[in-house]
């Protein structure tokens, strides 16, 4: 349907508009796609690289994928993309981004080539605080880690 | 509704497991700053704000937020939100 394709298209370069105002760069990038963004939650994936830098000391000859990258991974998906999502209209194109506290458990590893899915729920939004419920799902559909991540987001050019 | 007094202990209450200087707390005034002062983070002091909300059922706008700097600017418009509703 005509209606469904420009919402599709809307939605694509919605995502791609987020993931350029992203402020990261390799190698701590750690967003490939967004799948959905709403004003209550984000939804998104990243796929490890088998050369990641991480791998060759984490751990010596037994690469997996450390929880501070797994807790980074969730925070760029889960409460950075969802920030820059609902500062859409700042009027400032640059954005004061930082992160305040974790609080994750984690129940599964993460090996090189696993792509991972990120699924964020705003838990609120006030005073430039972000505080959302976080959880990461392997390819099987497993439990990863799960947690809460908060941070300050607020437009450079706030009075 | 509490006195002054009243309001800084309940204040004190919400405040405590945010502060991170001890002695500051020990003596705190209301000039006390909730930054400068109990090296709370400002991330910490907008959780301030919401359990100020619930403990007092008002709600504080971002113009109060960003005076809510010391321990006495909190009371003062804890104050004047309580009297306003």
């Given amino acids: 349907m005509a209606v469904n394709t420009f919402n599709n298209d809307y939605a694509l370069q919605n995502y791609a508009h987020i993931l350029s105002k992203l402020p990261y760069r390799k190698p701590f990038l ?16 990243y796929t490890f690289p088998e050369d990641s830098y991480f791998y060759a000391g984490h751990f010596a000859g037994n690469p997996i994928t450390p929880g501070v990258i797994l807790t980074e991974v969730m925070a760029q998906i889960g409460v950075v993309c969802l920030g820059l999502f609902l500062l859409a209209d700042a009027q400032s194109g640059d954005i004061d981004i930082a992160l305040t506290s974790t609080q994750i458990d984690f129940y ?25 419920t976080v959880e990461m799902l392997n390819s099987n559909g497993e439990l990863v880690c799960r947690g809460a991540i908060s941070g300050m987001m607020k437009p450079k050019k706030y009075a | 509704m509490q006195t002054k007094e009243e309001l800084i202990e309940t204040l004190k209450k919400i405040v405590k497991p945010y502060v991170q200087d001890e002695q500051a707390f020990e003596n705190l005034t209301e000039d006390t700053d909730f930054i400068k002062d109990l090296k709370i983070n400002s991330a910490n002091l907008v959780d301030i704000a919401l359990d100020v909300e ?15 700097l010391t321990v006495g600017a909190a009371v003062e418009i804890i104050m004047s939100k309580l009297q306003s509703t």
């Fill in chain 1, 30 to 45: 750690f967003v490939d796609r967004l799948h959905s963004i709403t004003e209550n939650g984000v939804e998104g994936s």
């Fill in chain 1, 108 to 132: 599964k590893p993460v090996f090189p080539t696993e792509t991972v899915l990120v699924r964020s729920t705003k838990d609120y939004f006030r005073f430039h605080k972000l505080k959302c």
């Fill in chain 2, 54 to 68: 619930e403990a007092y059922d008002i709600e504080i706008d971002n113009e109060s937020m960003e005076r809510m």
